[in-house]
T-cell receptor, first 110, second 117 residues
Framework: KNEVEQSPQNLTAQEGEFITINCSYS?????LHWLQQHPGGGIVSLFM???GKKKHGRLIATINIQEKHSSLHITASHPRDSAVYIC????????????FGTGTRLTIIP | NAGVTQTPKFRVLKTGQSMTLLCAQD?????MYWYRQDPGMGLRLIHYSVGEGTTAKGEVPDGYNVSRLKKQNFLLGLESAAPSQTSVYFCASSYTGPPGRHNSPLHFGNGTRLTVT
């Protein structure tokens, strides 16, 4: 079993829909990262969180440490949100290793 | 402010050839990383550096070497390329957090697509 599991693997939605992408992990962590990878390949850091909730524009990230689960929400989705969304966790053993999920490919149809 | 710059963007090598990928960051970050990304797998750490003159092995270091002679540059070398090293390579950097708590956003380069035939 992978340490970081994302669901769904692929998601297609209509413009304007509310999107939820899930990330579950199996180890104790000090932080969880959400990243966005556009079709051109570049990777951008969206959020880093260790508790609670963070919001940036139409994006919201939440984490439940007890349940080892995080969600990324997109409100009023737009075709430009089409990308691969990647969850990564840093374990709380103090090393520098981030473990990455395999990503969720999101396609927003106009 | 360029952020993290990787060169080259694309490269095709024959088996046994060598090459060096260059990563440069202008944000004065202490930490730098090299990852590879393969279909169906998450990013995997090859080597990393926690400061100028230091390097350490990641999950998949075999077949690669690195050097961090200057704080702003992190070089990834392939001494004898193999088809299994066909991948997309990403460099990333981050600043240090409080001692003992390195939790900082990662800044990625745009990737290098390497094909070994």
């Amino acid at each position: 079993k992978n340490e970081v599991e994302q669901s769904p693997q692929n998601l297609t939605a209509q413009e304007g829909e509310f999107i939820t992408i899930n990330c579950s992990y199996s180890v104790g962590i000090s932080a969880l990262h959400w990243l966005q990878q556009h079709p051109g390949g570049g990777i951008v850091s969206l959020f880093m969180l260790s508790s609670g909730k963070k919001k940036h524009g139409r994006l919201i990230a939440t984490i439940n440490i007890q349940e080892k689960h995080s969600s990324l929400h997109i409100t009023a989705s737009h075709p430009r949100d089409s990308a691969v969304y990647i969850c990564a966790v840093r374990s709380n053993f103090g090393n520098e290793k981030l473990t990455f999920g395999t990503g969720t490919r999101l396609t927003i149809i106009p | 402010n360029a952020g993290v710059t990787q060169t080259p963007k694309f490269r095709v090598l024959k088996t046994g050839q060598s090459m060096t990928l260059l990563c440069a960051q202008d944000m004065n970050h202490e930490y730098m990383y090299w990852y590879r990304q393969d279909p169906g797998m998450g990013l995997r750490l090859i080597h990393y550096s926690v400061g100028e003159g230091t390097t350490a092995k990641g999950e998949v270091p075999d077949g690669y070497n690195v050097s961090r002679l200057k704080k702003q540059n992190f070089l990834l070398g392939l001494e004898s390329a193999a088809p299994s090293q066909t991948s997309v390579y990403f460099c990333a950097s981050s600043y240090t957090g409080p001692p003992g708590r390195h939790n900082s956003p990662l800044h990625f380069g745009n990737g290098t697509r390497l094909t070994v035939t």
